[in-house]
């Protein structure tokens, strides 16, 4: 499933708009290095690709996507099992548990199939999987996959894609996406699971993000995301269906069963999974996984717009973070670099007429000279008197160089676009609202203290 040295997509196509087409287009703009096969009964080169009418033709495979009509499933995934040496399943049509009986019934024949020759199974209705390895999914647009990024395990794929789409304004990059779909075979519990007892520190990534609509084994999943965040990493997730119309969304979605919120809340916090709200929270939890982990509450805030600063001081002091003042001679010294009206207080208000210099200087004295502080946030904007190309060279600098953790926030998302982009293609993020950015590092902090984080924030 994760490295296969062939591939065989059941139902693949020249139509791209369709997505069988789609997958076997993402499969070689992937570059996907095994031997691709293609079934099917009308075509004989598909995308350039070898097309076989007949599954009987192909040659031992060991991963097979199939994306053709629910009823016809089963038997492809008995044949392949039985004749082709197929280990490992990606169903991607839709048609089964989530709209009707008769679909369960041909699910749990698959699930049957897998059991009986040993085989991986994801899905089905789900939008696929995408590893280092290959591209097996039909959505666009995809992420590129790197060793630096995020692991991304969702329920739905629409909510993978969006989260994917999301996460393109931000930075945040993708180690693997795992779309499960109705999840009764391979669940959140079974990727965990994989995750930690494969896990190697010396070149696994230790954030993880997830969208979940059903818990099938509520203990192995608190069992492995505990034993995954004993080992370094953080897991962020959010669980979904917890009012009854939004249970009932799920089970027409997915077919998942409703699972107790006040449970779910209960699980998160003992296993210090940090519990969100929205697609939002989930990209920038994953963002701030990125970052290096903050040590401590005490926090300095720097802008060139007070107003940033009022409201992320604001969300800091209401999320039991603390925003220490600063005085003193180092403070003294500081202020004599600035332009007059400027404030060092905290938050430290360079003014919309400062200049680069000082902006670096400020961030060397928040790392080195203020010993209250533990992490810096600098919230950053355009105020239109021109370009900030220098700006974020100085901030990719200081990210790099700097002991203590610098958290950006860019409201400028239209007047910064060409510089914001090569920015997040250095490896940062940016978090794009302070008060989504504070609330993501309270929840991280009550998920280390075990606390919820939302008692703060109200």
Request: aromatic share 6%.
């Amino acid at each position: 499933m994760i490295n296969p040295a062939s591939i065989v997509v059941i139902g693949g196509s020249n139509n791209t708009l369709k997505p069988g087409g789609a997958l076997v287009r993402n499969l070689i703009h992937g570059k996907y290095k095994g031997d691709l096969y293609v079934v099917n009964p009308h075509e004989d080169i598909v995308q350039g690709v070898k097309s076989y009418r007949d599954v009987k033709d192909i040659p031992n495979t060991e991963l097979a996507i199939i994306v053709v009509v629910s009823k016809y499933c089963p038997s492809y995934v008995e044949y392949l099992a039985a004749e082709k040496g197929v280990k490992a399943f990606i169903v991607v049509s839709s048609g089964f548990s989530e709209l009707s009986e008769e679909g369960a019934e041909l699910e749990a024949q698959m699930h049957a199939t897998c059991d009986k020759y040993g085989c991986s199974f994801i899905g089905p209705n789900c939008i696929g999987l995408i590893t280092a390895n290959y591209c097996g999914a039909f959505t666009s647009p995809n992420p590129v996959i790197c060793s630096e990024g995020v692991d991304l395990i969702s329920n739905s794929g629409g909510i993978a894609l969006y989260t994917i789409e999301m996460a393109k304004i931000t930075g945040l990059r993708f180690n693997s996406v795992w779309s499960i779909g109705n999840a009764r075979y391979t669940g959140v519990e079974d990727v965990l699971q994989y995750l930690d007892e494969t896990f190697d520190p010396a070149k696994d990534v230790r954030g993880k993000i997830l969208y979940i609509e059903s818990i099938r084994d509520p203990e192995r999943l608190l069992r492995h995301a505990k034993s995954l965040i004993a080992k370094g990493c953080r897991i962020a997730a959010v669980k979904s269906g917890s009012t009854q119309s939004g249970a009932r969304a799920t089970n027409h979605h997915t077919g998942s069963a409703y699972f107790d919120d006040k449970r779910a809340d209960e699980l998160f916090r003992e296993a210090g999974i940090v519990r969100c709200y929205s697609r939002q929270e989930l990209v920038a939890m994953g963002c701030l996984f990125s970052l290096p982990k903050i040590e401590g509450n005490r926090f300095a805030v720097i802008t060139q717009a007070g107003g940033l600063g009022v409201i992320t001081a604001d969300a800091l002091s209401k999320g039991g973070m603390l925003v220490p003042e600063l005085k003193g001679e180092a403070a003294d010294e500081l202020l004599a670099k600035l332009h007059s009206g400027a404030s060092v207080s905290n938050p430290i208000d360079v003014l919309a007429t400062g200049t680069v210099e000082q902006l670096e200087a400020v961030i060397d004295y928040c790392d080195k000279r203020f010993d209250e502080i533990d992490a810096i946030i600098v919230a950053y904007g355009s105020a239109g008197l021109g370009p900030m190309d220098e700006l974020f060279e100085v901030l990719h600098r200081k990210i790099n160089e700097c002991r203590k953790p610098i958290i950006t926030i860019c409201p400028s998302l239209f007047t910064e676009a060409g510089n914001l982009e090569k920015f997040l293609a250095k490896g940062h993020v940016n978090l794009l609202d302070e008060e989504l950015a504070v609330r993501c590092v309270v929840r991280v902090a009550g998920a280390v203290s075990g606390s919820s984080g939302q008692e703060c924030l109200g």
